[in-house]
Structure formats: structure tokens, C-alpha cells
């Protein structure tokens, strides 16, 4: 959430952050000594609370011990999973080393006052108090928030509220049914391809996340070409209209960063809803995280890192669990380039529509990769033997229709306009309650070709 300050507040706040940024220096630097006296790393959380509360009143600013040991738990489990992950055989992973200027700082319940839109910080013995203002109301009930997170993102200031949220209780016989399952393929341009159980599937678009991927990098490489002549040398202090500069991109960089993150969760509030009225209790998320390890080159390394698979995953688990819904991750390998009809291996295809060289099935890509995610099973390996079955009713959805440039043309300029679509009977009725007024419906054959 959003804070109002005022100028005093801001830096005060601000102050809170950079005193946080000073313990986890502090922790580090504790640590490098002990490394060069070849000590054990003081690592434990009680072990550096210890540390902490041998530092003495005043030593951190404002900052009070609890926002301070946040912080020191934070360092403690950074430290804990990359240990973990380093004996599970994945080198890559690394210990807690980077300083940064600005950490976040959590206070638990108890701790904090809310009081409506206001909320009261804890600051240090002799600190006055300090209260900010919230953009909008927590739509939680006080005694279900846990707790409070301060921290900058952009430049601004953001109150991260995490509450107790209880699972959606469901009328008897109306709940998700564990024993009908969908499955998820997560995509560029369809962030969520689900195929669901009985022929239904759905289809969230993602084009307008993608467009406004474009225009921002379009947007910055323009702004970045313009000032290229200004920028100071290493060493040189910028100028005030670098400064300037350097504000306006942080500006630009967090809206399109809350765009896009907005979208994403609409697509994922469509799936969670078209998933209940399905009475669907299992959906099962093709994870391709492996396919980040790969190095694909310079464009489209940039369109993976966008696609921001892990975040995708996410916020699905968080609304579906929410709802009563189990979220299964499988091993996704092959799902795209196997035929459902014959499961022989086909040519991955270029567009949306997978046609097969064996057996002469066309259907839609996405949908034919949910529907063979839907039969793997978690733990299993990457095969395909159980029955196929294909979403016959599919329902279309467009995520960020808010977006800038979301309602002009979708298509990319610089290709050409295909004509050739492979729908057959589109058939649009009234938008259901809600207000989902771009929505529609279209029944297609054997999971042929979507309408766009
Ligand atoms: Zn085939």
C-alpha cells in the first residue's frame, strides 16, 4: 500500500530504511572479521540479536529493536537458504553479501497501531512518535494483520501488509472438487492457458502486458539515447538536470512496473474465478523454470526475464490457495511439442496453432500444452501416456485492459495482417454479472485456432 507523508515523515521514514541498510552492513562486516579470523559466521537469529542488543541504545538512528532484528532475521534466513541450496548441490546459490543503502524494515503484531487509514510506526526509546497515512483503507480487519513491511520501491515509500486471510468456505457441494483437475501452461502471450476437466478451457491474453513491455523499452531507449551526451563521467558529480533525468526514469520505471504487475494479477483473479465456477479443487502449473538456465540470446533473454515466470506462479498459488484451490507444480518438458492425439514429438510450432505431421490434429498450442499438463502427474517424469482431453468450450479473457495502448490496434506493426483465422461459429453472448464487458466466449472445434 501506498503512504501519504509529509516531508518530515518522508525523511524520517526514509531514515528508518537506511538505518536497516546499517544493520545489514553491520552484520556483514561482523561476519567478514570473523571470516579473516577464521571463526564460525555468527549466522543464528538469537546469536546476532545478541550482537544487536550488545550494540546499545542509539547505535542505529530511530530504528527500534524490533524493526532492527527484522532485519537480522531477514540476514538469518538468507543465510540459512542459501546453505541449504549449497548442500542440495546447487552452487549457485550465495551467502548474503551485497550492502544495500535501503532495507526493509518489518514490525510484528503488537507492535504497530492501525487505526483506520492511519498507522503508527515504533521508532527507537525517545523517538516521537511516528504516524503516516495510508492511500487507501487495509481491507483487512485489524486483528488479522500480522504484520507491517516499510520499504522503498522507485523512489516511494510502500507499506507492505500481510494479514491472516481464511480459506473460502463453499456451501456443500458447491467447494472445489479435489477429484477434478485442470492444467496451466504459463506463456508470453497467454500468461495462463488452462484446460480444465468436461471440455472447458480458458485463455487469458497477455498481449497488452507484452505491448506495454515494448513501449517502455522502446520509451527508455529514446529517453536514454537523449541524455546519453550528459550523463558525467565516473567520478563526476551529475549535473541538476541529470539529477532530473535520473528521477523522471525512476518515476516511468515504477508506474510501468505497477502496470504490469496489476495485469498479472487480473489474469490470475480470471483464472482463480473461471477455476471456481468450475468446481475445480486441483489446477496443476506446468513449471518451466528450466528454461531460464538457458542462455537464448540477447532478445529473448530479455523476453523471458519479462515474462516473469516465478511471479506468475505466484500470485496464482496465493489466490487459488485463498479459494480452496490445491496448486500442483509438474514437469512441464515436451507439453508443447507433443501431439494429444497420437503423442508422437511435432515440430515446435511458430504461431499459436500446433498442426501435427503424423496424424493431421490442429488445435490451439497453449490449450493442447494445458491439457497435457492436466494428465502429468507432480513428481512424475516428463510423459505423456494418460487419455488427453482437449477444451472443446473456450473461454477468452484479456489481461490489462487498463493498459495504455490496450484498446488501440494489438497488432505488432511490423508484421504483416493475417487474414486466415481458424475459428468457426463465434458466438458472443450477453457479458456475464461482473462487468467483464470485453469478455467473450467462443466455442471452437477441436481446439482449433483462438479468434485472434
Ligand atoms: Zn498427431
Redesign the pocket.
Known amino acids: 500500500m501506498a503512504v501519504r507523508v509529509t516531508s518530515g515523515q518522508r525523511r524520517r521514514c526514509f531514515g528508518l530504511l537506511r538505518s536497516a541498510g546499517d544493520v545489514w552492513a553491520c552484520v556483514l562486516e561482523v561476519n567478514g572479521w570473523r571470516r579473516r579470523r577464521q571463526d564460525a559466521p555468527l549466522t543464528g537469529y538469537q546469536a546476532l540479536c545478541r550482537e544487536l542488543s550488545g550494540s546499545g541504545p542509539g547505535t542505529f538512528g530511530e530504528l527500534d529493536s524490533v524493526g532492527a532484528r527484522s532485519v537480522l532475521r531477514r540476514f538469518s534466513d538468507a543465510w540459512f537458504a542459501a546453505a541449504k541450496a549449497r548442500k542440495d548441490g546447487d552452487l549457485s546459490a550465495r551467502f548474503p553479501r551485497r550492502r544495500r543503502a535501503l532495507m526493509p524494515v518489518r514490525w510484528h503484531h503488537g507492535t504497530f497501531t492501525l487505526d483506520g487509514r492511519r498507522v503508527r510506526i515504533p521508532t527507537a526509546q525517545g523517538a516521537s512518535p511516528l504516524w503516516l497515512r495510508l492511500a487507501r483503507e487495509v481491507p483487512y480487519p485489524v486483528e488479522q494483520v500480522r504484520s507491517v513491511t516499510l520499504l522503498c520501491e522507485g523512489g516511494r515509500l510502500f507499506l507492505d501488509i500481510t494479514a491472516e486471510v481464511p480459506v473460502a468456505v463453499y456451501p456443500p457441494g458447491e467447494g472445489p472438487d479435489p477429484g477434478r483437475v485442470a492444467g496451466v501452461d504459463l506463456g508470453i502471450i497467454h500468461p495462463y492457458a488452462v484446460a480444465g476437466p468436461d471440455g472447458e478451457g480458458m485463455l487469458v491474453s497477455g498481449r497488452a502486458i507484452r505491448a506495454e513491455h515494448r513501449m517502455h523499452l522502446a520509451d527508455t531507449k529514446a529517453r536514454r539515447r537523449a541524455v546519453a551526451r550528459r550523463a558525467p563521467k565516473p567520478g563526476q558529480r551529475g549535473s541538476r538536470r541529470w539529477r532530473k533525468y535520473r528521477r523522471r526514469a525512476r518515476l516511468v520505471e515504477g508506474r510501468h512496473r505497477r502496470r504490469v504487475r496489476q495485469a498479472q494479477h487480473e489474469a490470475a483473479r480470471q483464472v482463480v474465478s473461471w477455476a471456481v465456477e468450475q468446481r475445480v479443487g486441483v489446477l496443476r502449473v506446468g513449471d518451466p523454470r528450466g528454461v531460464l538456465d538457458i542462455d537464448a540470446g540477447r532478445r529473448h533473454n530479455l523476453r523471458l526475464r519479462q515474462w516473469q515466470i516465478g511471479r506468475l506462479m505466484q500470485v496464482l498459488t496465493d489466490k487459488a490457495v485463498q479459494a480452496g484451490i490445491t496448486v500442483d507444480p509438474v514437469n512441464e518438458r515436451g507439453t508443447s511439442s507433443t501431439?494429444?492425439?497420437?503423442?508422437?514429438r511435432?515440430p515446435k510450432p511458430r504461431g499459436r496453432t500446433l498442426s501435427?505431421?503424423?496424424?493431421?490434429?490442429i488445435g490451439h498450442r497453449d490449450l493442447v500444452a494445458a491439457a497435457i499438463i492436466a494428465t502429468r502427474i507432480p513428481g512424475g517424469g516428463p510423459t505423456t501416456s494418460a487419455a488427453v482431453v482437449l477444451p472443446e468450450v473456450v473461454t477468452h479473457r484479456r489481461a490489462g485492459r487498463h493498459l495504455p495502448g490496450a484498446g488501440q490496434s494489438r497488432r505488432d506493426p511490423r508484421r504483416p495482417h493475417r487474414v486466415a483465422r481458424g475459428s468457426v461459429g463465434l458466438r458472443r453472448p450477453a457479458p456475464p454479472p461482473g462487468g467483464e464487458s470485453l469478455a467473450s466466449t467462443a466455442r471452437i472445434h477441436n481446439g482449433a485456432s483462438e479468434a485472434r
Open positions: 501431439c494429444p492425439a497420437c503423442l508422437r511435432v501435427c505431421p503424423h496424424c493431421q490434429f
